[in-house]
């Protein structure tokens, strides 16, 4: 696909500021398909270093609480600072996924790329943690690093070369996060499914000079990929 709108912002800051396969383009699949709206009040869980929070500011207008537990919130104020977004569009908060300091129905819409697969495992997490953070007729954008199938019975040697069997035990596949979020009252699924930005998004971290990065290569160079993608979760709260 063509990322018009991810293409303006300069590789290098890209690359200095990612912690992963490049997740602005993530987002910016999600939100071609299914866009933010002018002064929706957004909640970016996970957010890193704030890289889908200012796309979401600079492209779409949204009000973005960008929220993240291991990035300090004043080292993302100013790279925001710099960036000439101010506190009105863009707030920056330290929390846990589990702790989310907001008011219920809060939010229009949560979006959460690259790291829903790290806590939204537990079955009773949506509904307990998340959920209720959000409008009626709110969404979620959602995207996770996955498998095309299950392999955690068998875990391929090329995977092993970068990632324990612990760590690729946050990887799944479609049915697993369809099964995790059937037991979810009061949503509907809009899709679920693989993206298209797997490649693209894997080749701008790799191409990084970050320590993980540099890791990550053995196991894609040794063709890790054919078993990975990513999934795209989109939801509605009825």
């Known amino acids: ?22 997740p602005m383009k993530l987002l910016e699949e999600l939100l071609q398909k299914y866009p933010l709206l002018p002064g929706e009040t957004v909640l970016d869980l996970g957010c890193g270093k704030g890289v889908t929070s200012l796309f979401a500011v600079k492209e779409y207008q949204a009000r973005v609480f960008a929220t993240d537990l291991w990035i300090s919130p004043t080292e993302n104020k100013q790279r925001f600072d710099a960036l000439g977004l101010t506190s009105q569009q863009i707030i920056p908060i330290k929390a846990e996924a ?41 969404r979620l954008l959602i995207a996770v690093p996955g498998l095309k199938k299950d392999i955690h019975e068998n875990i391929p040697a090329e995977m092993l070369l970068s990632w324990s069997a612990e760590d690729i035990q946050t990887l799944h596949d479609a049915k697993f996060w369809r099964n995790i979020l059937s037991e979810t009252e009061g949503i509907e699924i809009i899709e679920l499914g693989e993206m298209q930005s797997f490649d693209e998004c894997w080749n701008d971290w790799l191409a990084c000079d970050n320590e993980y ?21 989109i939801i509605c709260k009825q």
């Open 213 to 233: 990065a540099v890791n990550d290569r053995k196991a894609l160079n040794a063709g890790a990929g054919k078993y990975m993608n990513f999934i795209a979760m």
């Open 98 to 138: 589990h702790e989310l300091p907001y008011a219920n129905e809060f939010f229009d819409t949560v979006i959460c790329i690259d790291s829903y697969h790290y806590f939204g495992t537990d079955k009773e997490y949506l509904s307990q943690h998340l959920l209720p953070l959000i409008k009626h007729g709110g």
């Open 1 to 22: 696909m063509n990322y018009i709108k991810s293409k303006k912002y300069d590789m290098a800051f890209i690359q200095q500021n990612i912690m992963g396969p490049n």
